[in-house]
């Protein structure tokens, strides 16, 4: 374990409430900023729940961002560094990262993502209440940006991997795990709309930030604290599978039931931070298992036996898909944040139209996938759509912009 990062300075531009920020910039009827985020993300999921066609844009990846505008890429900590930064750089760092943040809004982005998700131990910081601070700013940073926006924007708590991405064999044992991911859940719920826990290399890692956030809400029942949903979003090796070797279908179910019996709203799964191609993949899967579509808001099956649906009652809800790729070449299986002396290099055959390509066709909105790591017989269009759409490392802006304005025609 690395030693641990003091703070030096935190800057107190943004030390103002996340209640206080959001009465300055948005209007809503009842003056209760609160209700006003709970009614966002409720009429977002009434809408996509509506209807397969819809969508909900989500942002690209940000510490590629930061690092394309001055902010160091600090092979320890990473996109971290944006908010600890020193003394003198951290109200610079700060304003870079709203920057980024609107940025991506400007670009189409409904929800924007916490840069939360290098505060980690795994990356030395092993003082729980200093984890609660440092995230404390992401949030309120990316609430800030989100209440600048002319349109509503939806602001996802980031919970990323707490030792390695990528590394199932790596992460902590589950009441370690648990503990550790306390402390981002408390400094974080005042300002999102929903939980992110994102490029989650297996299903016990996932079901850690589930029991964290169960655990909290536990501990507060008395103080009738708003209990915000969660997304899960795994990473996938390039055969479509965890990173751990397991089928996508067999670890969400196990996402699903864990979920349910720890009473915490799963409302979508999504896959992130690897290879578009190997998406498709995990799609092909999906599509393909009949007994799988009971848990998808849309399933492909035209109907379900009366007794399976009997069964379904009073069990989990029905989850959305998503998906955001990186730009990233594909990483070793043994690689670690730790040992790299350099970023991973980017693709050069991924463009901002290549890309949408892949999304389009996630989507369902090509009938005839013949290329992009698509088979001619992939039955992804006719089976499952995703719906939460963004990017990962690697996908800035630009790469929204493009896919914003195809999927809104």
Known sequence: MRALHSIAFISSTYT??????????????????EAYSISLLRKHLKR????????LILDGGTGEELFL?????????????????????????HSTLED????????G????TTNSYGITPGVGFTDGQEVKRLVDISGEIARK???????????????????ESYRADLIMKHDDGCAAYQYAVEGLHPYIDCYLAETMSCCEEACQAIDAISKYYNDHIEDEIVQHPILVSFTLNSDGKTRNGESVVDAIQKLIEYAHE?????????????????????????????????????????????????????GPSKILLGAYANRLAPVEADWTLESSE????????????????????????????????????????????????????????????VLAKQLKE
């Not at 103002?16 to 900023?33: D, K, P, Q, V």
């Not at 160091?72 to 610079?92: F, L, N, T, V």
């Open 16 to 33: 103002r409430s996340y209640r206080h920020i959001i009465t300055l910039n948005m209007s809503t009827s009842s003056g209760n900023s």
């Open 48 to 55: 996509l729940q509506s209807s397969s066609s819809e969508t």
């Open 69 to 93: 505008r001055g902010v160091p890429d600090d092979r320890k900590i990473w996109s971290a560094k944006a908010i600890i930064g020193e003394q003198y750089h951290s109200s610079k760092y």
């Open 100 to 107: 980024v943040h609107q940025s991506f809004i400007d670009a």
């Open 109 to 112: 982005s409904q929800a924007i």
């Open 145 to 163: 940006a989100a209440s600048k926006s002319p349109s509503p924007v939806l602001v996802l708590g980031s919970l990323g991997p707490l030792v």
């Open 262 to 314: 720890k009473n915490i709203e799963l409302i979508g799964v999504l896959f992130n931070c690897c290879e578009p191609e190997a998406i498709s993949k995990a799609l092909d899967e999906i599509g393909e298992n009949q007994h799988f579509q009971r848990y998808l808001q849309h399933s492909s099956s035209q109907s379900i036996s009366s007794k399976t649906q009997q069964a379904l009652e009073g």
């Open 342 to 401: 350099e970023a991973q290099g980017m693709r050069d055959d991924l463009s901002p139209d290549q890309y949408s390509d892949f999304v389009n066709r996630w989507h369902g909105r090509c009938n005839h996938p013949t290329h992009h790591g698509l088979s001619s017989d992939s039955i992804i269009d006719q089976r499952v759509g995703m719906q939460l759409i963004g990017g990962c490392c690697g996908i800035g802006p630009q790469y929204i912009s």
